[in-house]
């Protein structure tokens, strides 16, 4: 077999990818200041920044956006008339929930068992390292055959907007023939997988109100109206009893079209524990790519630790809502805001706030573009065909790309394969899977740019 000198490239400048990923994992970029404090993103924006410039970029700049976040954009000029390629990837994370849990410290990158270990690692810091991998072994092999624009995002996972209204008011500045957005991941680690469709997100913080104040158990327990019991009863309304999402006038029987998910492979990616059984009706695959889910993400309760004998006056929970491809996310979330209302017992006083809102997302997988990223998986894993999947997270910024450049072909890609563990303690990314898709990657933009040229 003729060796690839991409793949020959790529493979020598995985040490220094590692060496730059722990680097860039070190910063704790949670776009929250209530987390931790906003120079955590800034120096990591600064980082991408300076990594860019170092590239050769051109008008690298650190954009504030107006959720008071900052996105880092820069420009590579290509040959004359070739195409313009958009990759995005952010740079801010998950909070990294219990340290103590972490069998290593979640803002070190460290390797275990042929993975390396940290926040961010897989999603999405790593992707950010897979572009400038594979950016890295086209200039060592001939050169970059595509201008190619880059912006990393720092406010991905708080669903914010920032950059999205960034982009509606610059409409210019993120123009492009193809977009790929390097945040999503294989179906498995070693199956090459680009995805499909997202599901679109709203994001309420319900309040349930009873009393004045707190009061006695012991002494109005029986009578008095319990603030924490009645949040209970609406979040229990919002599903039937076999675990499926219920919201009143939302659709939840969607069939997926597509790569079937085995439920014994889901639940080993999902570590279910025996005996406990998977909630909902239909496939794996309807469920979590096709249907709306719901999930209580927090909740404001008393702790266990230090608890009085008291009946809550009020109490409060933060709900989210997937929404798959094909319903609005803004008519889901006025249905699910008039459930909650609906279904809060005893006269309860009942407020519900939409903190976070993001579309879902189809791709048009026929384009010109997949051709090339199917023709490049097989290069970066030999003897594979490219696999199409769905994906149960959101991406917000894809339909804003989707509406400013109707004409862009846009790919999801990326390192959040099942044994990332993405948003959980313990992330981790596949330093096989990150080398394999960074040479995938660079032979796209050789196939795309020669498929535009012809």
Known sequence: MTADPIAETVASLMPRARAELAELVAFRSVADPAVFPKSECEAAAGWVAGALRTEGFQDVAVLDTPDGSQSVYGLLPGPEGAPTVLLYAHYDVQPPLDEAAWLSPPFELTERDGRWYGRGAADCKGGFLMHLLALRALKANGGVPVTVKVIAEGSEEQGT????????????????????????????????????????????????????????????????????????????????????????????????????????DFRTDAKVLDGVGLIGDGTVSDRIWARPSVTVIGIDAPPVVGATPSIQAGARATVSLRVPPGQDTAEA????????????????????????????????????????????????????????????????????????????????????????QIHAVNESVSPEELERLSVTEAHFLVNYAESKRG
Request: with cysteine; aromatic share 6%; charged share 20%.
């Open 161 to 264: 907007g920032g950059l999205e209204r960034y982009a509606e008011a610059h409409p210019e500045l993120l123009t492009a023939d193809t977009i790929v957005i390097g945040d999503t991941g294989n179906f498995r680690v070693g199956l090459p997988t680009v995805t499909a469709t997202l599901r679109g997100m709203t994001l309420l913080r319900v309040r349930v109100d009873t009393l004045e104040g707190n009061l006695h158990s012991g002494q109005f327990g029986g009578a008095a109206p319990d603030a924490l019991a009645a949040l209970i009863r609406v979040l229990d309304s919002l599903r039937a009893e076999d675990g499926s999402t219920r919201v009143e006038g939302l659709a939840a029987d969607a069939v997926w079209e597509g790569l079937d998910y085995p439920e014994a």
């Open 333 to 420: 979330t006025k249905l699910l805001t008039a459930h909650l209302e609906k279904h809060t017992p005893w006269g309860a006083r009942v407020a519900v706030e939409q903190i976070g809102q993001g579309a879902a997302f189809r791709a048009d997988t026929s384009s010109p573009a997949y051709a090339a990223m199917a023709e490049a998986m097989r290069a970066g894993y030999p003897g594979q065909d490219m696999q199409t999947a769905g994906q149960g997270g959101s991406i917000p910024l894809c339909n804003t790309l989707a509406a400013l450049y109707p004409s862009a072909e846009i790919l999801l890609i990326g390192l959040s394969e099942p044994a990332a």
